[in-house]
């Protein structure tokens, strides 16, 4: 099992849930390119990151598998499915449709360059800054996880927040509307969460005739997080179905 998280994450954000795969899968909780403990580049888009996934299955070894990918994680996902449909046993997308988004990260992007990297005496001091852009405390404490410290003690970003920047037109590409992916596929929607509206059903039905939609209770855009005991609930009989 490979596992893609959304822009601004990391596999960690992954662990818990994670935990309940582990008995039934070999589980890979995969930094993209630019996040997390992954490399960073001045390049980045969803045809890099689909080449970045293959390269690794490649490198493991891994011919078949089952990937789940989470918003942006799941944009990559589709896109994989589209190109190398052959080495997938099962998809799950989760709370991302495959239209456009437009960007709608402004926020996220001010809070985060809200925090003096130079200066900042510690965590709190700069959820503080964010708070002045970022309503939600959930959301900034996703955001600090990306926040460490260099050896000579300073606060750094382990994503790549100028690349970033500059990419997040693109983070809301839409699948080829031409393409139809065959592999059996779960998409599983936040029921607080806006992401899969009713009119993405048609198209989401159309381009993935092999597929089902789950929406899970009680859940925002971050069903894995908010809802992790429902989510391998729904996802476990699925891939071993």
């Known amino acids: 099992m490979l596992i893609l998280h959304g822009v601004f994450g990391s596999g960690e954000n992954w662990l818990t849930v994670s935990k309940q795969f582990a008995p039934h899968f070999q589980v890979f909780l995969i930094d993209q390119r630019n996040h997390g403990r ?140 031409k393409v139809q992916i065959s592999v059996p596929t779960l998409f599983m929607k936040g029921e607080n969460s806006r992401y899969i509206s009713d009119q993405d059903r048609e198209q989401i039905k159309a381009q993935f005739p092999n597929s089902s939609i789950i929406t899970i209770k009680n859940a925002g855009h971050w069903v894995q997080a908010e809802q992790p005991d429902a989510f391998a609930a729904t996802v476990l009989p699925f891939l071993q179905s």
């Open 38 to 177: 992954s490399p960073h580049s001045p390049d980045f888009s969803y045809s890099l990151l689909v080449e970045d996934l293959r390269a690794f299955a490649e490198q493991q070894g891994l011919t078949r598998f089952d990937l789940i990918g989470h918003s942006m994680g799941g944009k990559v996902a589709m896109k994989f499915a589209a190109q190398y449909p052959e080495m997938l046993h099962h998809l799950v997308v989760v709370d991302i449709a495959p239209r456009y988004y437009n960007p709608h990260h402004d926020e996220v992007i001010a809070g985060l360059k809200s925090v003096d990297l130079e200066h900042a005496k510690s965590r709190a001091e700069a959820e503080a800054a964010m708070a002045q852009h970022i309503a939600e405390v959930d959301t900034r404490q996703f955001l600090l996880k990306n926040l460490y410290r260099t050896e000579d003690g300073r606060f750094a970003w382990r994503i790549n927040l100028p690349v970033l920047e500059r990419a997040v037109s693109e983070i809301g590409e839409s699948l080829d509307p």
